[in-house]
């Protein structure tokens, strides 16, 4: 019989017994249960996760190794010092150069024990004791935190606020940044000692209203103005000073004085509690700072440019900056010698006052020296503060008859001799290949009938330059003028033959141009100016692994038979022409120029160390000065040559005065030479051109040349009628602009 099966005994796993991995029917075994993969993939996800957090270490680390040596490099914090500039004897200071924010470093020494200790007590009371990294701190930061369920503390110390400072990193706040700065706040701490990473903090910190860093804090709240250009203001801090600058630093705009003056007044107070507290200061000194009042806004001076001579030293530290680094300029400790002569500049300040006050034209100026090419003195504008725009270096505006000289030398280059006769009438003068008219008068329709090139230069005659200008050549004379050292595009359009300009020229322009000519066609530069050419403003320097000198250099413009004849018909000018009020009783020579509606008035002359341009005008715009000469008009022959005049005669004194100290004899010096061909004056284009080459450092004057007899004049004329062209000449003219003497 077959015996019936056995019965299976089902049983139940007990409880956290896995049950057998078998089928109900005997089958293949289950698959594994979904607990299991999740165990396997949280070991995935744990790998990688570490992998993550390694790499972010690393690429933090790798941020640090390249965050540190640049910061450790930086030349402001290797010297802590604002560049200087020098005047040219080496020993005046004109200028610290504190850059757009005119922040002015400081050393240590330089700053008072008592702003360290507001600072520290307030942002950083445990800072002689972390190492850049202060764990409790951040530990009671997060409980007050939570306590008042608000940020209500920070727990960064002062040198990773430094780091943050230092990085520019204001605006990023994720939380790889702060662990980076942390950690080059941590190795900083190890290779800079606490006082030096104090004084860097002060430096670069920002106390609201323009001032950056702790000196140029305490010259804006505590200075009224008369600190300017005195030193370390921070040295001598009281505590009501040092905590008011150190309660600024967590919000310059809230507690700012003169926006939020009882929350000023409580920070302050709160400053001092920490002082008092931490035994920085005594009972007596708390109180005392307590009843002090805070800084209002008739106190507080927002920071000026630190130079006695701003216009000057704000157009010359472009040319630093692009020479070398920002870094280095604004705070790698340079010494600047620049080519400013200090009596020839206060010279030319009072020449300019004795004949211009406060209401009315103003008037700018520079002087450039004959033998190295280098700015003497520069008169940039009256008040840098109310108007920092340079007149001397970017007022572009037209020359009028001064800008006579340049067609006079493209003349006498094409062998057009100083007697040769021209006819002095109204001229209607044909432009281009179209038909146009130039129609020229002279003022008041006064002619010579018959003129010399001599007597039309001495006497400014339109209708005989505008004749010869269009005989030579406007583009030719434009190419002349840019040789001579005019840099501003030059029009040319028929008008520009008496200075009528689409785009005026500068004072700066004016005088290196004229200079050559003063050198008789040497046109002098050198190594430090900028791109090796045009006018010279450093001498020398030195700093921050920094030591250049410049070196003198030379160039041929036009032959010494054109510069001496060019010398002779301008020194006429001077004798008996329209520029009589320049006489300075030795060799000068000069042109005038003023503008149509006498809306500009220039006199640009030279004796045989200096040329010297001189403009007269408004600053803000064209207008036209008819009554302000004395009740009558300014013309270049009156203010301009009165104030070119006035400095002049200032330099020959101060010249002779140092001749006799130093005991120099003024009869052997000779003009700057090179080689030039020598012959008699060319029948027709110009010397060859030569390499710019150095000149020794002991090269001597221009000659005077030879005085002209006196040509006939007529005075002071007043300006001639714009000279329009009927019609408007091609493209590439234009005109209208009125260009007498």
């Known amino acids: 019989m077959n015996e019936p099966p056995t019965p299976t005994l089902l049983r139940t796993p007990a409880s956290g017994e896995e049950a057998p991995n078998t089928s109900s029917d005997g089958g293949p075994p289950a698959p594994p249960r979904p607990k299991l993969k999740k165990l396997r993939l949280a070991f995935i996800l744990g790998g990688l996760g570490i992998l993550a957090l390694i790499s972010t270490i690393f690429g933090m680390m ?11 490099n930086r030349a402001q914090y290797r010297s802590a010092k604002n560049s200087e500039l020098l005047a040219a004897n080496g020993r005046t200071r004109i200028a610290k150069l504190t850059g757009n924010r005119n922040r002015i470093l400081v050393g240590e ?88 990473l104090l004084t860097q903090y002060l430096n670069s910190v920002y106390f609201g ?22 030193c370390c203001a921070a040295r001598n801090a009281t505590p009501a000073q040092a905590a008011l600058l150190a309660g600024m630093i967590a919000s310059p705009s809230m507690f700012d004085p003169t926006q939020n003056r009882g929350r000023a007044t409580a920070r302050r107070n709160e400053v001092l509690d920490r002082m008092l507290e931490q035994g920085m200061i005594g009972r007596s000194e708390h109180d005392d ?23 000057f030293s704000s157009w010359l530290t472009q040319q630093i900056v692009d020479r070398y680094r920002p870094g280095v300029v604004f705070g790698g400790g340079l010494k600047i010698t620049t080519t400013l002569d200090p009596e020839l500049q ?39 503060g109310e108007r920092p725009f340079n007149l001397a270096t970017n ?44 129609v020229v008068n002279n003022y008041e329709d006064q002619y010579a009938g018959t003129s010399s090139l001599r007597a039309a230069t001495a006497t400014s005659d339109n209708s005989v330059y505008a004749e010869l200008g269009l005989r030579v050549g406007t583009r030719r004379i434009a190419r002349v003028a840019r040789k001579m050292g005019i840099r501003t595009p030059i029009s040319t359009n028929a008008a520009m033959t008496l200075g009528g300009l689409k785009e005026g020229v500068t004072p700066l322009e004016m005088a290196y141009a004229y200079s050559t000519i003063a050198n008789k066609g040497m046109k002098m530069s050198g190594t430090l100016a900028p791109g090796g050419r045009g006018p010279v403003v450093i001498k020398r320097v030195e700093g921050a692994g920094v030591e250049d000198e410049n070196e003198r250099r030379a160039a041929r413009v036009f032959s010494p038979q054109v510069g001496e004849t060019a010398q002779q018909l301008l020194a006429g000018v001077i004798q008996g ?114 390499t710019p080459q150095a000149v020794p450092q002991q090269g ?42």
């Not at 209203?209 to 005195?230: C, W």
Request: hydrophobic share 35%; no cysteine; aromatic share 8%.
């Open 62 to 72: 790798m941020a640090v190794a390249s965050d540190l040596p640049s910061l450790e």
């Open 109 to 196: 020494s330089d700053i008072s024990p008592t702003i360290k200790n507001a600072v520290i007590a307030i942002e950083d009371r445990r800072f002689y004791h972390h190492k850049g990294v202060d764990y409790k701190g951040i530990g009671r930061a997060v409980v007050q935190d939570l306590l008042r369920r608000r940020a209500a503390q920070g727990g960064s110390t002062i040198t990773q606020q430094f780091v943050k400072n230092a990085l520019s990193a204001q605006g990023d706040r994720s939380v790889f940044q702060k662990l980076r700065e942390a950690a080059v706040a941590y190795h900083m701490e190890r290779r800079w000692s606490k006082q030096k």
């Open 209 to 230: 209203n323009g001032a950056y860093g702790v000196e140029s804090g305490m010259r804006t709240y505590f200075g009224n103005g008369a600190e300017a250009l005195q």
């Open 289 to 311: 700072a307590v009843r002090t009042l805070v800084p209002d806004e008739n106190d507080v001076k927002p920071p000026k440019a630190d130079s006695s001579q701003p216009y």
């Open 346 to 384: 206060a010279a030319a300040e009072n020449a300019i006052s004795r004949h211009l006050g406060s209401i009315g034209p103003s008037a700018s100026l520079v002087a450039i020296d004959n033998k190295t090419g280098e700015v003497r003195a520069m008169v940039g504008g009256s008040d840098f």
């Open 395 to 438: 007022g572009h505006r037209q020359p009028g008859s001064s800008f006579k000289p340049f067609t006079l030398v493209t003349a006498l280059q094409q062998g057009i001799s100083p007697d040769a006769t021209f006819a002095s009438h109204k001229k209607v003068l044909p432009v281009g290949s179209r038909g146009e008219k130039f």
């Open 577 to 690: 022409g329209t520029g009589k009020a320049a006489q300075i009783g030795e060799f000068a020579a000069g042109k005038t120029g003023t503008t149509e509606n006498y809306g500009d008035a220039w006199f640009v002359g030279f004796n045989q160390e200096l040329t010297v341009a001189v403009w007269v005008g408004y600053a803000d715009k064209l207008r036209p000065m008819e009554t302000e000469y004395h009740g009558g008009q300014v013309a270049g022959g009156t203010y301009p040559a009165e104030i070119w005049h006035d400095l002049m005669t200032s330099w020959i004194a101060i010249r002779d005065r140092r001749d006799a100290e130093s005991g120099k004899d003024r009869d052997q010096q000779e003009m700057p030479t090179a080689p030039v061909p020598s012959g008699p004056l060319p029948s027709g284009g110009q010397a060859p051109a030569q």
């Open 700 to 741: 001597a004057q221009p000659g005077q040349g030879q005085m002209p007899s006196q040509p006939p004049g007529q005075g002071q004329p007043a300006p001639a009628p714009a000279p329009v062209p009927q019609p408007q000449p091609p493209a590439g003219g234009g005109g209208g602009v009125n260009a007498p003497g």
